[in-house]
């Protein structure tokens, strides 16, 4: 499978965005799709999950409550809307899959091994 994310760009703090994640290739309803993100200097961090086939969702603390991740099945399209923008939101976002995901609380983000290219999102205060 490969992934193409887009939807980043420069936003003031309080506003939103939508990333996009195309996937193409095999994907099945096993599939899981997250979203990472990294900021410089900072490790990478798993923000939210949602598998192909439906079933629970996965939201780290960090942006549960603002961040809403969605599947289009018909366009292999994963999104992540981001509301409520905070200056340390600012970062590289990433999607990933990983086959045979259980998206469960905790989830560990070594389930994902298939990424795409990270599209910046910069949110200024």
């Known amino acids: 499978v490969q992934l193409q994310a887009s939807g980043g760009g420069l936003v003031q703090a309080g506003g939103s965005l939508r990333l996009s994640c195309a996937a193409s290739?095999?994907?099945?309803?096993?599939?899981?799709m997250a979203w990472f993100r990294q900021a410089p200097g900072k490790e990478r961090e798993l923000l939210s999950a949602?598998?192909?086939?439906?079933?629970?969702?996965y939201y780290g603390d960090s942006v549960k409550g603002r961040f809403t991740i969605s599947r289009d099945n018909a366009k292999n399209t994963v999104y992540l809307q981001m509301n409520s923008l905070k200056s340390e939101d600012t970062a590289v976002y990433f999607c990933a899959a990983g086959e045979g995901v259980l998206i469960t609380t905790p989830l560990d983000s070594f389930e994902f091994d298939v990424w795409g290219q990270g599209t910046q999102v910069t949110v200024s205060s």
């Open positions: 290739g095999r994907t099945t309803q096993s599939t899981g």
């Open positions: 949602i598998k192909w086939g439906g079933g629970n969702l």
